[in-house]
């Protein structure tokens, strides 16, 4: 009895090591082609496939594509399922689901065989519980403004020059109040912060958010372009950008300047919460572990699929 629960354990941690193995390869570009990499971009799966997937534990392996077809493989490359799916293979009980191109099968597990169609669930109707009436249909897109009633005495009282309505105009704006006059843009008040900024005639102040709780204000110039000053109008960044994007939730920071080559185009650069830069825009992915310790990867969007680099720079894709 004792041997059969040791069995069990060691069963049960095996599947666990296991799954852990899986789960620290990264899909890896080279070229057109993909494979499978770890966070020391030590190669285990050669780039031979057209796309390839995270481990996807529901089916005990990654999703690959080859010569327009899908199948299986383990992090060894070796096939779990062979590549005979037009469309990515799932799991249905204890049964893989393939798309010849017409239909949904079931195959076998163990023996990898053709066995009966599959049957797709009935599905229930999406609008059955009114919950599209919780939105507002007319005006989906509507941006909240701030509002007289939002302001309080000391509000009033920084506002007070600019209560001529022949000389100032004041647009409420979501989180600022913009000040101007017939010919020139005086500048910007934050009630949150309870600060006035004036525009000078080189350089206006037009927009503001917090980051890792400090206050940072859009500038820009004649040029159009954007720059960014911190709470006391000190240059963060200078007038140069076509767009700059403070993401507090997810401690990005997005910029975009145009490409001298072709001023079509724009250039992206992300930086990092520890200040890493790097080339392209890019969110937040999975995070892993390397070498001991959680490891943050992050994607960007090349030709319609994810690309990978870690939080270290390093870049999981090669052209």
């Excluded at 057209?50 to 089916?59: H, K, M, N």
């Excluded at 059955?128 to 897109?141: A, I, L, R, S, Y």
């Excluded at 200040?275 to 990867?297: C, D, M, S, V, Y």
Aim: some cysteine.
């Amino acid at each position: 009895m004792k041997s059969r629960f040791l069995w069990i354990f060691l069963l049960i941690v095996s599947c666990k090591i296991f799954s852990q193995e899986s789960q620290k390869y990264i899909p890896f570009r080279k070229g057109k082609l993909w494979g499978l990499c770890d966070a020391n971009k030590f190669v285990a799966v050669q780039p031979q496939y057209y796309s390839i997937s995270w481990y996807d534990a529901s089916v005990g392996g990654f999703h690959a594509e080859q010569n327009g077809k899908f199948g299986l493989i383990d992090h060894n490359a070796t096939p779990i399922m062979p590549f005979i799916s037009e469309k990515a293979i799932f799991v249905n009980g204890d049964k893989y689901v393939v798309f010849d191109g017409v239909d949904y099968y079931n195959y076998s597990m163990k023996t990898k065989m053709k066995l009966d169609q599959y049957i797709e669930p009935e599905k229930f109707p999406m609008r059955d519980k009114g919950w599209e009436n919780q939105f507002d249909v007319n005006n989906p897109h509507k941006e909240p403004k701030l509002t007289w009633d939002d302001l309080d005495d000391e509000d009033m009282q920084m506002l007070k020059p600019y209560e001529d309505e022949n000389a100032y105009q004041i647009n409420f704006k979501a989180n600022f109040l913009e000040i101007v006059s017939e010919d020139s843009h005086i500048g910007i008040y934050i009630p949150k912060i309870k600060k006035l900024y004036k525009s000078t005639p080189e350089i206006a102040y037009i927009g503001w958010q917090f980051y890792e709780g400090k206050p940072y204000v859009l500038t820009t110039d004649s040029s159009g372009l954007f720059g960014m000053a911190d709470e006391f109008s000190y240059e963060v960044y200078p007038i140069k950008y076509t767009s700059i994007s403070l993401l507090d939730s997810q401690k990005l920071v997005l910029l975009s300047e145009p490409d001298p080559q072709n001023l079509e185009n724009e250039i992206f650069k992300t930086i990092l919460p520890n200040n890493t830069i790097l080339n392209g825009r890019f969110e937040p992915a999975e995070t892993i572990w390397k070498n001991g310790h959680a490891f943050q990867l992050y994607y960007t969007m090349i030709k319609g699929k994810k690309n990978y680099a870690g939080e270290d720079g390093i870049l999981y894709f090669e052209d």
